[in-house]
Structure formats: structure tokens, C-alpha cells
């Protein structure tokens, strides 16, 4: 007996490479092809005969589209998650009677888990090349330097360094603007066992409070308005497995550094606009220059942050109380200058006497940037006092040290000639300030002929 048409029908349906599935205006299940049966991993005999909603109220699967397609008389498209972990895309057609009214909706699926697996993989890539961007760009930015220089009072430092380095904890480093606390923050992660995995540093005065939360926890697609749609990882997701260096800790707001305290008790984190928890694993290391303690007091630093932090504490003292570093700190950036510019300069000894005993408010920064500028613009080969910036020599207490600088000069003179220098020096200041012999002689306690005599000697007086 030859088939009736409708079997050649249902076998039509199933040369289809797409999903075919017809439904009636009330949503019952009218057709399924084999293709449908195939992509979804449901059984014709389960499905025909049963309504659109019943089947998505069982979880069959996610999300209907027949009963939009037939209130709109429009087709519709949809993504549908099905019971077999598949995703399929349904493109709803309506098919009109002669009244004009949806009769049948016969939707078409296709199988689209390779596609959403291979969005996915792409936009891991997209965050793993924005990470690398992020830390090319840090590096870029970092001085070169990998040295620190030791010496016998910076030892202590250094060994304390390495210690905490390896135990992974939280490290908080203090000190000035400019005496290292990114050089020590590079070395901890350097000789941590997370060398080999990132490092990435993040400076809480530079960005702006509006941008600090989604630049520290990243964003979904679409979390707020001027997020872009493909969403951003944030820093304490690209610091997996490595270390975060947060600088300038102290400017932090307080709302961050209540949600800061909470990534550091739990290292989880949640992206802005998602609901997902991911769990991190993190080493932080924090720096300021401020006196956190009194930000504490201040109420501007939350004291609960601040003991977390304060695990274990690096205090990188100024370079002026580190002045046994100042002449090897010199000769490292002479040395790191003239070999960049191809130049050979060197500092004469009165020099290297006069910026040992300078303040150094900016530190080590400061010294960099003075020595490239003298090897950038100088032309001999010895610079001298007069080579130096203005501002060096311009203030009293360097004038009186560079007074005191001319008068000890242990290569050319005696024990005798320097002390006599030295005498000189206090009796000019002792005169300045006190205007009369007697008064002088008083204030030294020494009698008056013998000032009167020494003045005398030195030329102070005729
Ligand atoms: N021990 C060192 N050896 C070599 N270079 C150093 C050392 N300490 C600091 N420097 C150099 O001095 C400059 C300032 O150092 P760094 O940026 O680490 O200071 P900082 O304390 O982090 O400053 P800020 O508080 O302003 O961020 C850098 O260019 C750095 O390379």
C-alpha cells in the first residue's frame, strides 16, 4: 500500500538538519522531527500530545517560545537550555489560517553549544589578553632596576624581606614617597614561591573613586551604564595565584576598604552586576606613606583594614637616615646614567660630601631623577658645586653644611687645619648670631681675650 501523505510528511520533516517542532495555537505538541530528537535528547513518544508549558513547568526545558508566538503573531527567537545541558536557538514561526489567526507555530532549532562554548573560550581570551595588557603596561612603566642596595644597615631589612617574602602572608610597607616601597614590593613577589605567576600593582590615589570598585572587582556585561558589553575582569581576578601590590593604601575609600577587608578574610570575590562568587587566590602587599595609625584615630582608616594588614610591616626609613647608602646610591645611578646616554661623568668629592649631607625630601626617587638630569645636560666630565641645581645650595641648612663641607677635607688636610676650619666656622656663626665678643666668649665659655685672639687669627675681626 503506498503512504499517505502524511507520512511523507513526517519524513520530510526529518531530512531537516535543524530541530523542527510543531505546535497548535494551544501550545500541544503536534510534531517533532528527528533532528529535534537528536540536539535535545528527548524521546517524539514524550513529547507529542503534551502542551508547551507542562513540558517547561517539568524543566523539560527553560524557556517556550509557541505561546509569545501566537499572542504576538510574530516570530520569535530564543535561547533554550535543555535538560540534556544542551543550548539550542528556536527561530518561532507563526502559520496563519484563513481567519488570519496563529493555527500552528512551527519552530526550528538549532544547535548553537559548540557556538556559546567557543564565546565563551573567546572571551577567556579576551580577559587573559586584557591581563597581559595590564601587566605589559605595568612593566613598561617600571624602572629596569632590579637591584637594591645592600649594605650592612639595609641587610637587616633585606633578610626580613626575604623571610616574610616566603610566607605568603600579607605584607604592609611603609615609608616615604620615594624611598622604595614599589622596589620592595617587586622583590617580596620576586622571591615568593608566586614569582613565576603575576604581579600587578594598583595605586589607590590614582584612580578615580567611581572607577576603584569596578577596577578591583571587574563587571558583568551591561553592569552599569558605560560599562562596555563584553564586561572586565578586575584586579584581584588577574591576580589569581599571584600577588596584588595596592599602593598608596592610605587614600583608599571606606566603603573599598570595608569590601577590601572582606576579599582579604575570604578571597572571594564577586563581579559588579553578577551574582557569582569566584574564589581567588591572592597575596597582597600594601604600601602608604601615610601614618595609617592616625588615619585609624582620624576615623578615615577602618581599624579593623589596618590590623589585617599590618601582619607583617616593612618601614623603609628616609635616605636621609640611611646616609651610609647615599655614596653607593650615587655611584649605582652615575654608573646606570652613563651607561644609558653614553657618557662619563662622575661627581667631585666636595659633591658627594655636600648630597650626603642633604635632606633628600623626594629620596631615592629624588637622587635618581637630580643625577639623570646632571648626566643628560652636562657636558665635562667632573660636575662640581657649582654644577648643581639652585635649589640644593639656596637653603640655610645647607649653606651652613656646605660650610662645614669646605672646612673637612680629609684627603688635603691635617687633623690640625681641619679643626682650626672647623673653629672658624663656629666662631663666624657664634658672632653672626651673638653681635659681640663678650657675648660670644660667654655663650662658648671661654674667656674673652682668648675669643678676641681667635677672631684675630681667623681674619673674623681686624
Ligand atoms: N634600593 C633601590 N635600589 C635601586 N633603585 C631604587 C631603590 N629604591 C628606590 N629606587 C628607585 O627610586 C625610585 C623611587 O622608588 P619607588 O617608586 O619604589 O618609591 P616609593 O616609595 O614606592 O614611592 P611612592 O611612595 O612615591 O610611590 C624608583 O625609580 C626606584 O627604581
Request: hydrophobic share 35%; glycine share 6%; charged share 30%.
Amino acid at each position: 500500500m503506498p503512504d499517505d501523505i502524511t507520512t511523507f510528511f513526517d519524513r520530510i520533516l526529518d531530512v531537516f538538519s535543524d530541530g523542527i517542532y510543531i505546535s497548535d495555537r494551544f501550545g500541544k505538541t503536534i510534531k517533532v522531527n528527528d533532528m529535534y530528537e537528536k540536539l535535545t535528547g528527548l524521546k517524539k513518544e514524550n513529547l507529542l500530545g503534551r502542551y508547551v508549558k507542562e513540558l517547561e513547568t517539568e524543566g523539560v526545558y527553560d524557556i517556550a517560545i509557541n505561546p509569545l508566538v501566537v499572542k504576538t503573531g510574530k516570530p520569535q527567537t530564543s535561547l533554550q537550555n535543555t535538560s540534556t545541558g544542551r543550548k539550542v536557538i528556536l527561530n518561532g514561526h507563526p502559520v496563519f489560517d484563513h481567519n488570519g489567526e496563529v493555527a500552528y507555530v512551527i519552530t526550528f532549532v538549532r544547535d548553537v553549544t559548540v557556538l556559546s562554548q567557543l564565546k565563551e573560550q573567546v572571551s577567556y581570551q579576551a580577559e587573559l589578553i586584557e591581563k597581559y595588557h595590564r601587566e605589559a603596561r605595568y612593566l613598561r612603566t617600571r624602572n629596569h632596576t632590579n637591584t637594591i642596595i645592600e649594605n650592612p644597615k639595609m641587610r637587616n631589612l633585606m633578610e626580613l624581606l626575604k623571610r616574610i617574602a616566603v610566607t605568603d602572608s600579607t605584607v604592609l610597607i611603609l615609608g616615604d614617597t620615594g624611598v622604595g616601597k614599589d622596589v620592595f614590593a617587586t622583590h617580596i613577589h620576586q622571591y615568593s614561591l608566586r614569582r613565576d605567576e603575576p604581579f600587578f600593582k594598583i595605586n589607590c590615589a590614582t584612580i578615580p573613586e567611581s572607577l576603584i570598585e569596578s577596577e578591583l572587582f571587574g563587571y558583568e556585561p551591561g553592569a552599569f551604564s558605560g560599562a562596555s558589553t563584553k564586561g572586565k575582569p578586575g584586579y584581584f581576578e588577574m591576580a589569581d595565584k599571584g600577588t596584588l601590590f595596592l599602593d598608596e593604601i592610605g587614600e583608599l575609600p571606606l566603603p573599598m576598604q570595608a569590601k577590601l577587608l572582606r576579599v582579604l578574610q575570604d578571597q572571594e570575590v564577586m563581579r559588579i552586576g553578577s551574582t557569582k562568587v569566584k574564589k581567588v587566590d591572592v597575596r597582597f602587599i600594601a604600601a602608604t606613606n601615610r601614618n595609617l595609625e592616625e588615619s585609624v584615630q582620624k576615623g578615615t582608616f577602618r581599624s579593623d583594614l589596618y590590623y589585617r594588614l599590618r601582619v607583617a610591616v616593612l618601614e623603609l626609613p628616609p635616605l636621609r637616615e640611611r646616609k651610609e647608602e647615599i655614596i653607593p646610591f650615587i655611584d649605582f645611578f652615575l654608573d646606570k646614567f652613563n651607561t644609558k646616554y653614553r657618557k662619563k661623568i662622575d661627581f667631585s668629592p666636595e659633591v658627594k660630601k655636600l648630597l650626603q649631607e642633604y635632606r633628600w625630601p623626594g629620596n631615592v626617587r629624588e637622587m635618581e631623577n637630580l643625577i639623570q638630569g646632571l648626566v643628560v645636560t652636562q657636558d665635562k666630565a667632573m660636575i662640581e658645586i657649582e654644577d648643581l641645581p639652585n635649589y640644593l645650595l639656596n637653603n640655610k641648612e645647607m649653606q651652613e653644611k656646605l660650610q662645614l663641607a669646605n672646612v673637612i677635607n680629609t684627603e688635603e688636610q691635617s687633623l690640625g687645619e681641619i679643626m682650626e676650619g672647623f673653629e672658624k666656622s663656629v666662631l663666624e656663626k657664634a658672632l653672626a648670631s651673638h653681635k659681640s665678643v663678650a657675648k660670644v666668649a660667654k655663650a662658648l665659655k671661654v674667656d674673652r681675650s682668648t675669643i678676641f685672639r681667635k677672631l684675630k687669627k681667623y681674619g673674623i675681626i681686624q
